[in-house]
């Protein structure tokens, strides 16, 4: 009888994973109604003749810049957070600004990058602007991601190149760093996906609706996916093909880039026995 | 100020063995500038709101672009209502999808299905957005018999699939770090798999929840590109307040769709960023609540533990 119960419970408490899984099901469902509009030609024509081409490649351009900006930072604070400080209240500071910067809305992060690096600055709307701003947002992803990377490697291994004469740097950079590679990798992987897609970050610093030809300059601005589909629903109420084959093509590449994520965390998860 | 100084100073000293800490100090201080800087610029441009406002500026009911007239009360409200109907929705499923995925849920699946919701989490609001808007609200409208369906109700419940997955997410990682051993004692005394879940993992991992449900408040009171695209965006507060049939005018979509337009320097401008700094503190108190009981908690588990 107890047993029965017990099993009616848990299938109840089943059904909300259920929900979500069918949520991603209808998602890929109404997306994949769409799917005729996507042909190759729409990703390599330019959007002067009815292509997206500039758009996926700006947004490529945003990530790989706001990446290149905050990994070194990222990376570093962190090695700085995990080897060198001493756990007092300093480190705490640094934990606390690091969680409250996570949680700044991403609309904010936007009205700053606008105050700061477009008008102070001296930026205006352009691709380094946006970098910047899209920077503040995975700098806290990365930085957690690598603080725990770090964590897992035994201290044995640095204990090791240390007992061999090693500097503290030195054994760090030489055998820490690259144990703990792929686990930084993945966190930027999944900091990529979070900003790939996003939209009230880059409103105001670094898009524009059409440019003639890709930016020569960072200091040019740029189309985006995200930015696009934004403007051209709630500005320009269009619902045109194009408009679903940019919602695709956007979906698309921030479910590859999380998925790449994962795959490489499960597969060194196995491979790497310490990191149990 | 005091530790920073000694900070400073031991940094001085070990330079000479190893100069690349300074760099490294500076990465790592670099969170706490960024923060700064954020509330300092935020402060600064919105101070004329503020100043010619006063008080009305947070409990003003009218906000008029034309008659140069802002008044926060019914965007902060249209926030705080989509957010709480969001929260009713997704912290029961959230909160049990996690107890499922980390208690019943055999080994084999949990990766797999953890790895999904991952892929849920990681969509962006754009596409929640616009799908909200193409395929929810006309089921919505046509569901309620309502001539738009672009109101509270829709903002809510995709805003809840936005915020299910942080939840689980979360709590999920609280849940599971429960000790064993209080697992094994419930079991060894007799206890079903239930009750142990109902006596020990809820009670120990309480706190924890709350922390993940505020961290899903945060999230959600911040979502811009989703929420603008299906709430209506009318500067109202409903009437009655609980209509969730009402179009409301969050924060977020306030700013997202006014700053395009604001001269640089006007009242309107600064205004915007009156609302961003009320975002910001917001979401900075939320954050360090949730922070201080996730510290208080792993002292009282590391205590017990010993």
């Known amino acids: 009888m107890n047993h029965l119960k017990e099993k009616i419970f848990f299938a109840i408490l089943g059904i909300p994973v259920l929900i979500c899984l069918a949520a991603i099901l209808w998602i890929i469902l109404i997306l994949s109604t769409g799917i005729s509009t996507l042909r190759w030609e729409l990703l390599t024509t330019s959007v002067l003749q009815g292509g997206i081409f500039e758009m996926v490649i700006g947004t490529l351009y945003l990530l790989i810049g706001a990446v290149g900006v905050a990994t070194p930072i990222g990376v570093l604070a962190a090695i700085y957070l995990v080897e060198y400080s001493s756990k007092g209240r300093f480190a705490r500071i640094i934990d606390q600004a690091l969680n409250n910067m996570a949680g700044v809305p991403s609309i904010v992060v936007g009205l700053f990058g606008y105050t700061f690096f477009s008008r102070l600055l001296g930026l205006g709307i352009s691709m380094a602007a946006g970098w910047l701003t899209l920077m503040l947002m995975i700098l806290p992803i990365i930085v957690r991601g690598t603080e725990e990377a770090l964590k897992m490697i035994p201290s044995s291994f640095k204990e090791a190149a240390l007992a061999l004469g090693a500097s503290r740097w030195r054994a760090i950079h030489s055998v820490v760093l690259p144990a703990a590679a792929p686990g930084i990798i993945t966190n930027i992987l999944l900091g990529m996906a979070r900003v790939a897609g996003e939209t009230a970050a880059i409103l105001f610093t670094s898009c524009v609706l059409v440019t003639r030809g890709l930016p020569k300059s960072p200091l040019e601005p740029v189309m985006a996916l995200a930015f696009n589909l934004f403007v051209k629903i709630t500005v320009l109420g269009e619902s045109s093909e194009r408009v679903f084959g940019i919602a695709i093509v956007l979906f698309l590449i921030v479910v590859s880039i999380a998925a790449a994520a994962i795959v490489l965390r499960i597969y060194y998860r196995r491979k790497q026995p310490w990191l149990r | ?306």
């Open chain 2, 1 to 306: 100020m005091k530790p920073i100084m000694r900070k400073l100073i031991f940094i001085h000293k070990s330079l000479r063995e190893e100069p690349i800490i300074l760099i490294l100090f500076l990465c790592a201080s670099s969170s706490i500038i960024f923060i700064s800087l954020m509330f300092g610029f935020l402060t600064m441009e919105g101070a004329q709101a503020f100043f010619t406002f006063g008080i009305n500026f947070l409990i003003g009911r009218t906000w008029e672009t034309n008659a140069n007239l802002y008044g926060a009360l019914p965007l902060i409200y249209g926030s705080l209502m989509v957010v709480s109907g969001a929260l009713v929705i997704a912290v029961p499923l959230g909160v049990a999808a996690a107890i499922f995925i980390v208690e019943v849920l055999p080994f084999t699946f949990r990766d797999l299905v953890k790895s999904l919701i991952e892929l849920l989490a990681s969509i962006p609001s754009i596409i929640y957005g616009f799908i909200g808007l193409v395929f929810l609200a006309p089921q919505i409208a046509s569901f309620f018999r309502i001539p738009s369906g672009t109101v509270a109700l829709t903002a809510s419940i995709l805003l809840a699939m936005m915020s299910i997955p942080t939840i689980i997410g979360v709590s999920g990682e609280i849940i599971s770090s429960v000790p064993k051993e209080y697992r094994e004692a419930a079991l060894a005394l007799g206890a079903t798999k239930l009750q142990t879940i109902k006596t020990v993992v809820i009670p120990v991992s309480k706190s924890g929840i709350l922390a993940s449900i505020m961290l899903g408040f945060g999230r959600a009171i911040g979502e811009t590109v989703a929420v603008l695209m299906v709430a209506g965006n009318i500067a109202i507060i409903p009437e009655p307040p609980w209509n969730f049939l009402s179009p409301v005018y969050p924060i977020t979509a306030v700013i997202a769709m006014q700053m395009g337009e604001a001269a640089v320097g006007s009242l309107e401008y600064s205004a915007l960023f009156g609302l961003g700094l009320i975002l910001f503190t917001i979401t900075f108190i939320v954050n360090t609540l949730a922070d201080v009981i996730v510290r208080r908690e792993s002292k009282f588990k590391g205590g017990v533990k010993r």
